[in-house]
């Protein structure tokens, strides 16, 4: 092992050590109702949650995935997506920036030596943060990268630049995806603060804004050998890395769609009027708003099921990983995404529908989760997920093996 594997962050106190399941969702909760209380004035004013990513680390949350055998709680998939659910319907924004995080866990897993899973999973037990530098801006589509990577001495040295560079201002390590000089993808963990990393709190999206998905500048960085974890090799062989991503994607829709259903319940009972024509006292006794209600709950309901499936077909795959086992994952988790972008979009249209002109006020900010049920569903487009699980079912043709399945 490279001696100079050894960064370690002295920032914060080392993170708790989570006991069960319930212990880390009861943990996500606590959080969830401190993060909610200042969470419209953060995306109203973009206030970076800082603070909040801190107590996110200390937590222990940020640990749930580490293998039992490095020292982790290895929580199932289908908690992995509510806990992220639970931290989104609280903001959208703190649930997305673990996101990359946990999917670099799971690279990590899947695809890193033994001395980098004890190391890098330790420093996440001790509350490390890993943020992403991926996505490209100029590129024929988004998965095609310009940024190198190339030998120099014992180690490398990594040129380009990233958009979309979500966590990485709130990340002790910048993971980079870059090309070796073979034309494969790697992923490389590099300090924060590591000379030639420049990041810019440029991102400007009218959703989603305080995730810190701005651009990070690589001009000649250095990265140790023992650091760079063969990304290609992930997608070369049935893996879970993507289903892994793509069921924290769908958790974190889905708990934007449950903040407006709250929002909606909330402001129909306590001060929407009912409509001229319905006969009733309260908005909330007019029959075709209950009906509505009644629509997005079962859909909500139906959504939190979908995923609850997926993610146990996940953790089969991580277990039994064969090509059936990954493709039965891949298959359920791109149902579970699809149907709770549409949850998110549908429930966040009706707040408004159903609160009416009154809850469009700026002060109110309650658009906040429209913006960011739209923002964060164009991640990756889900009708091609209806068209891989029709290919699949109709054609017999195996999903793509990607990170966006």
Same mark, same amino acid.
């Given at each position: 092992m490279n001696a100079q594997l050894h960064h370690i962050n002295t920032k914060q106190p080392e993170a708790a050590l989570l006991e069960s399941e319930q212990h880390a969702l009861a943990v996500a909760q606590e959080l969830a109702a401190r993060f909610a209380v200042t969470a419209s004035e953060r995306d109203s004013e973009r206030l970076l949650p800082f603070d909040e990513m801190?107590?996110?680390?200390?937590? @222990?949350?940020?640990?749930?995935?580490?293998p039992e055998e490095y020292g982790g709680l290895d929580v199932s998939n289908a908690t992995l997506a509510e806990i992220t659910a639970i931290l989104a319907q609280a903001d959208g924004s703190i649930g997305q920036i673990p996101q990359n995080h946990f999917y670099i866990l799971e690279a990590l897993r899947i695809d890193g030596s033994e001395d980098q899973k004890r190391y890098f999973f330790g420093r996440a037990l001790a509350g490390d943060r890993f943020g992403n530098a991926l996505s490209e801006r100029g590129t024929k589509t988004v998965g095609h990268y310009n940024t190198r990577i190339n030998s120099d001495g014992p180690g490398y040295r990594i040129n380009g630049r990233k958009f979309y560079s979500t966590g990485v201002l709130f990340a002790d390590w910048v993971t980079v995806f870059a090309l070796d000089e073979a034309d494969k993808l790697v992923m490389a963990f590099v300090p924060q603060g590591t000379e030639g990393v420049e990041i810019i709190d440029d991102w400007d999206g009218f959703g989603q804004r305080t995730t810190g998905s701005g651009t990070t500048v690589l001009n000649n960085v250095y990265v140790n050998a023992d650091h760079v974890v063969p990304h290609h090799k992930g997608f070369e062989r049935a893996t879970t890395i993507g289903s892994v991503g793509q069921i924290i994607h769908a958790g974190i829709d889905l708990g934007i769609a449950r903040a407006a259903f709250a929002e909606t319940l909330d402001f129909v009972k306590t001060r929407? &009027?009912?409509?001229?024509?319905? @006969?009733? *006292? &309260?908005?909330?006794?007019?029959?075709? =708003?209950?009906?509505?209600? @009644?629509?997005?709950?079962? &859909?909500?309901?139906?959504? =939190?099921?979908?995923?609850?499936?997926?993610g146990r077909k996940v953790d089969a795959a991580q277990v039994e990983t064969t090509e059936k086992r990954v493709v039965e994952a891949t298959l359920a988790v791109a149902a579970a995404k699809v149907l709770t972008t549409e949850?998110?979009? *549908?429930? =966040? +249209?009706?707040l408004f529908e159903l609160a009416g002109t009154a809850s469009v006020k700026l002060d109110l900010n309650l658009d906040r989760h429209w913006r960011n049920a739209r923002t964060h569903t164009l991640h990756d487009p889900v009708r091609w997920?209806?068209?891989?699980?029709?290919?699949?079912?109709? +054609?017999d043709v195996i999903p793509p093996k990607n990170g966006a399945l």
């Amino acid at each position: 092992m490279n001696a100079q594997l050894h960064h370690i962050n002295t920032k914060q106190p080392e993170a708790a050590l989570l006991e069960s399941e319930q212990h880390a969702l009861a943990v996500a909760q606590e959080l969830a109702a401190r993060f909610a209380v200042t969470a419209s004035e953060r995306d109203s004013e973009r206030l970076l949650p800082f603070d909040e990513m801190d107590a996110l680390s200390r937590s @222990g949350l940020l640990a749930i995935t580490v293998p039992e055998e490095y020292g982790g709680l290895d929580v199932s998939n289908a908690t992995l997506a509510e806990i992220t659910a639970i931290l989104a319907q609280a903001d959208g924004s703190i649930g997305q920036i673990p996101q990359n995080h946990f999917y670099i866990l799971e690279a990590l897993r899947i695809d890193g030596s033994e001395d980098q899973k004890r190391y890098f999973f330790g420093r996440a037990l001790a509350g490390d943060r890993f943020g992403n530098a991926l996505s490209e801006r100029g590129t024929k589509t988004v998965g095609h990268y310009n940024t190198r990577i190339n030998s120099d001495g014992p180690g490398y040295r990594i040129n380009g630049r990233k958009f979309y560079s979500t966590g990485v201002l709130f990340a002790d390590w910048v993971t980079v995806f870059a090309l070796d000089e073979a034309d494969k993808l790697v992923m490389a963990f590099v300090p924060q603060g590591t000379e030639g990393v420049e990041i810019i709190d440029d991102w400007d999206g009218f959703g989603q804004r305080t995730t810190g998905s701005g651009t990070t500048v690589l001009n000649n960085v250095y990265v140790n050998a023992d650091h760079v974890v063969p990304h290609h090799k992930g997608f070369e062989r049935a893996t879970t890395i993507g289903s892994v991503g793509q069921i924290i994607h769908a958790g974190i829709d889905l708990g934007i769609a449950r903040a407006a259903f709250a929002e909606t319940l909330d402001f129909v009972k306590t001060r929407a &009027r009912p409509w001229t024509d319905s @006969g009733v *006292e &309260r908005a909330s006794d007019d029959p075709l =708003t209950i009906a509505k209600v @009644g629509q997005i709950a079962i &859909r909500l309901e139906a959504a =939190t099921a979908t995923i609850e499936r997926a993610g146990r077909k996940v953790d089969a795959a991580q277990v039994e990983t064969t090509e059936k086992r990954v493709v039965e994952a891949t298959l359920a988790v791109a149902a579970a995404k699809v149907l709770t972008t549409e949850i998110a979009i *549908e429930a =966040t +249209n009706t707040l408004f529908e159903l609160a009416g002109t009154a809850s469009v006020k700026l002060d109110l900010n309650l658009d906040r989760h429209w913006r960011n049920a739209r923002t964060h569903t164009l991640h990756d487009p889900v009708r091609w997920k209806y068209h891989v699980v029709g290919n699949y079912h109709l +054609n017999d043709v195996i999903p793509p093996k990607n990170g966006a399945l």
